[in-house]
């Protein structure tokens, strides 16, 4: 698929474009650039000056500690703009890695703001990505530091299970999610053997299941009600198929 209807299409989730917000949009000029896995795609406090779409894989924003640990904030997957923000701001207060190869499309920052002037309605757009992305974090403080542990992680799986159908990736309720479990604890806060009971109790509850990088939802009306899951924080148009 071509950067330009990934961007078109990630945007008319939440925000009406126009034809001629389409037409500027068709108009940048994007570069590819393949990551290998683990390979960092921005460091914290880089000053970046291009944004990027994922065309393919799968990345991943995180907190880099002072011990080398990391702290992982979000998972991104294709059709996914995870450094829109970064339009605003001068430096990056974290990094952007892949997780597992991908490839992805960059477009300069002086182009966005050029296109931006010109057409306030794409501006809108992509500053309500921006906005959607804080109201993601918003809610993942809330569930690292308020739900159970099984809760937590149900939560985690149905945010990107939703994202996921709304981008066309699910298929038979299944999802290739290529987060290992030592990365599926940093971002969450759970040691690696607090996320094996974690997934055990959630296998057993018959709602879900997640093994080799393959999340499988047996009930999603269940892992909903484990995971206190309200997808209302994601701001999208209508619910994903």
């Known amino acids: 698929m071509d950067a330009d209807r990934i961007v078109t299409e990630k945007l008319r989730e939440h925000s009406k474009l126009t034809g001629e917000d389409i037409a500027e949009i068709r108009h940048f000029s994007f570069a590819l650039r393949e990551l290998a896995d683990q390979e960092d795609l921005i460091r914290q406090g880089d000053e970046p000056d291009r944004s990027v779409v994922v065309i393919s894989g799968w990345v991943a924003r995180y907190h880099l500690l002072s011990g080398g640990q990391r702290q992982y904030l979000s998972f991104h997957m294709p059709g996914d703009w995870p450094d829109a923000q970064a339009i605003f701001l001068d430096r990056m207060d974290h990094a952007v890695c892949a997780i597992g190869p991908a490839v992805v499309a960059s477009v300069a920052h002086k182009e966005l703001t050029r296109a931006i002037g010109r057409r306030p309605t794409l501006g809108f757009a992509i500053w309500r990505e921006t906005l959607i992305d804080a109201s993601i974090f ?70 879900v299941d997640f093994r080799s990088g393959m999340l499988t939802v047996h009930d999603w009306t269940r892992l909903c009600a484990i995971g206190e899951f309200d997808p209302g924080y994601l701001h999208l148009k209508k619910q994903p198929r």
Request: net charge positive.
């Open 138 to 207: 918003r809610e993942a403080i809330t569930n690292n530091s308020a739900r159970s542990k099984p809760a937590r992680m149900a939560h985690m799986f149905c945010e990107l299970f939703y994202r996921a159908r709304a981008l066309g990736h699910v298929r038979d309720d299944q999802l290739q999610l290529p987060v290992s479990l030592v990365q599926l604890g940093e971002a969450l806060g759970m040691a690696i053997a607090t996320v094996n009971r974690t997934l055990v109790e959630l296998r057993a509850s018959r709602a």
